[in-house]
């Protein structure tokens, strides 16, 4: 099992990089401020923090197309790409003004005349035209569709590793399936299975098995017990 955060393979994230840049100049992008994890990655190479649920936008990536340099809200080195300098790299701030400030200082800004965003919030509706004043904000998300609608041979290799990773901890959970096991059991034991193949885990699920003690977590009151015929699924 490695434990060590990497970002995506060079190859990889170049060629997924130049998809996306070729897709900004298409839609005429001067710039790309992007706040869902699937797109951040795909530009950046970085992997994401999973959390459960949904989250509403935040300018977590920004790119500029004249220049190709990427801007990434990240608290850390870990897992970040030698090719995104150290000081292109802004903490998370619960005031928003905060990120908007980043924003203005990032070179190209102030010149730029269409900024594409891939989702959007009425709060950001109205403090984004503060980061980029002569800019008219348009949806970016179509140019993240078009440069991923089509897989590149890298990115079909990285696929066929994730679908062997759940295949694989999918096997080991119905392994472990038998009367009397809880759901949040079997709950644990898949997810043991997905961190070990290299997928990052919940921050907040409480998944650890029951029949690995040392490594127990605080159990929920209600637990559903598996009888002889039922059919365990994942909550």
Known sequence: MNTEILPDERALRLGRRE??????????????????????????????????????????????????????????DEGIPDDIPHDHLYGLAWNPMTLIEVLKGIEGATTARRVGTDALTPSFAKLLPMAFPNAELVDGELAMRAARRIKT????????????????????????????????????????????????????QCGTSDQRPARRWPKRSSRTEQSTGSVARRT
């Open 153 to 204: 041979p890298d990115e079909v290799a990285a696929l066929r590793g994730a679908l062997r990773v759940a295949e694989e901890s999918l096997a080991t959970a119905v392994g472990e399936l038998r009367v009397g096991i809880t759901e949040q059991a079997l709950t644990g034991v898949l997810l043991e299975a997905e961190a070990a193949g290299g997928v990052s885990t919940p921050a907040t």
């Open 19 to 76: 998809r996306a840049l070729a897709q900004m100049e298409a839609h005429d992008l001067d710039v790309l401020v992007l706040g869902r994890q699937a797109n951040v990655r795909y530009f950046s190479g970085a992997p994401q923090l999973w959390v459960a649920g949904t989250r509403p936008f935040g300018p977590i990536c920004t790119v500029v197309r004249s220049t190709g340099e990427i801007h990434l809200n990240s608290t850390w």
